[in-house]
């Protein structure tokens, strides 16, 4: 079964917008992750917050992550076409392996 | 350095033939994992090694074989392939930090596999 849940399934977006993606899970975790995958290709990874941080960035990739409400959020700033993709969270728990959501599509017009 | 390749690209099958697919990692890594990714069912983990000469079983491992005979390779056998297999497989492999749990994965790019 899915640890996590991406909200929502679909988002489309002008280049130039913000994009929010969320995630939430069921169980307590160790870290929580964030892959992009594009069209026909594998997952490459994004960013990681473990489950003591509370706010992560890497360029213009703003990650949230509140325990207490098990979810987490994507911001993606000042989008680009290139960003058009599926954007996957993925949960780590002790004694378990990484459990991916379903996935949020993506989609930047130009 | 080519990471994670995969092999073949894609593949169609008959029912009931059988067929390994190939994964390859040069980045010397303990972990690797096979996943099947079907349309709104995410990514779901089929078998996975923690090492060299090791497996164990996943989410979905019923219809599928795996052997770790070389740290680089992972293998997923499909003895008689059904209708039901036809996905993309994804191969993924991680590093072991030791003490932390961080299993951040390297994935990569899938084989399409069609049974008719």
């Known amino acids: 079964s899915q640890q996590g849940e991406e909200d929502p399934q679909a988002l489309s977006i002008q280049e130039g917008e913000n994009a929010t993606m969320n995630c939430s899970y069921k169980?307590?975790?160790?870290?929580l992750q964030w892959y992009r995958q594009n069209s026909g290709r594998g997952l490459v990874h994004l960013i990681l917050i473990r489950s003591n941080e509370r706010e992560k960035h890497s360029g213009r990739l703003r990650v949230t992550l509140d325990t207490s409400k098990k979810s987490s959020s994507l911001l993606i700033t000042a989008s680009r076409a290139a960003d058009t993709a599926s954007y996957f969270c993925a949960t780590k728990s002790s004694g378990s392996r990484l459990t991916f959501g379903e996935g949020t599509q993506l989609t930047v017009n130009p | 350095n080519a990471g994670v390749t995969q092999t073949p690209k894609f593949r169609v099958l008959k029912t009931g033939q059988s067929m390994t697919l190939l994964c390859a990692q040069d980045?010397?890594?303990?972990?690797m994992y096979w996943y099947r990714q079907d349309p709104g069912m995410g990514l779901r983990l089929i078998h996975y090694s923690v090492g060299e000469g090791t497996t164990a079983k996943g989410e979905v491992p019923d219809g599928y074989n795996v052997s770790r005979l070389k740290k680089q390779n992972f293998l997923l056998g499909l003895e008689s392939a059904a209708p039901s297999q036809t996905s993309v497989y994804f191969c993924?492999?991680?590093?072991?930090?030791?003490?932390?749990?961080?299993?951040?994965?390297?994935f990569g790019p899938g084989t399409r596999l069609l049974v008719l």
């Open positions: 993924a492999s991680s590093y072991v930090l030791v003490g932390a749990l961080q299993e951040t994965q390297y």
């Open positions: 980045m010397n890594h303990e972990y």
């Open positions: 169980t307590s975790i160790n870290n």
